[in-house]
């Protein structure tokens, strides 16, 4: 029987506090095994961005647990689980526009220092090589999106939490990022 990678267990997450506060998710449970691809899906404002950033520590869970191989990682954890999460956890963010640093050029965005690696992951994602010295906001929604990938894809993660990673993409390269993906 194959390992659980993620597990999420009653898992609550809530903007805000006393009167104003706002349950975004209740009680939602989940487990992923090591190699499965899965998909979460609810309507819009269900919450599924909102579980995504609690897995990936961007935002403070207020009830339940999430489990990465069995280790819980939400709520405090030691400065060594925080920097192996960071290497092997990535995410895709469904906006890219506000997860990329509009100051940086897309060669450090994907990875300083790496430059073959750039190199192919832009390549990779059906951007050219030149375009690593560029500006995010040189390029189209879909091309964002595209750095996204790149830069999540490049450090080779374990676990990539992917927030609707296609929907700005033309079909035409949709299935060549899905095939990257798997």
């Given at each position: ?8 267990k009653?898992?609550?997450v ?16 989940f487990?992923?095994y ?6 979460l ?14 897995i990936?520590?961007?935002l ?10 069995g280790?819980?990682?939400?709520g405090?954890?030691?400065r ?9 956890i990535q995410?895709i ?7 990329l640093?509009?100051?940086a050029?897309v ?17 990779d ?5 030149e375009f ?14 595209r750095i996204?990938i790149?830069r999540?894809?490049i450090?080779e993660?374990?676990f990539?939490v ?10 035409s ?6 095939n990257?993906l798997r």
């Amino acid at each position: 029987m194959a390992e659980p990678l993620l597990e999420v267990k009653n898992l609550q997450v809530t903007y805000g506090s006393g009167r104003k506060a706002y349950s975004a998710v209740q009680n939602a449970s989940f487990t992923i095994y090591k190699g499965e691809t899965f998909g979460l899906v609810g309507e819009s404002g269900s919450g599924k961005t909102t579980i995504g950033r609690a897995i990936l520590r961007i935002l403070p869970t207020t009830g339940g647990e999430i489990l990465y191989k069995g280790q819980r990682i939400n709520g405090k954890i030691s400065r060594a689980l925080d920097k192996q999460l960071t290497r092997e956890i990535q995410m895709i963010f469904q906006d890219p526009q506000s997860s990329l640093n509009e100051r940086a050029k897309v060669s450090y965005i994907v990875g300083e220092g790496l430059e073959e690696k750039v190199r192919q992951a832009l390549l990779d994602v059906g951007l050219l090589p030149e375009f690593a010295s560029r500006f995010p906001h040189e390029f189209s929604g879909g091309q964002r999106q595209r750095i996204g990938i790149a830069r999540a894809l490049i450090v080779e993660p374990e676990f990539i939490v992917a927030d609707e990673p296609i929907s700005a993409l033309d079909m035409s390269i949709r299935a060549q990022v899905l095939n990257l993906l798997r």
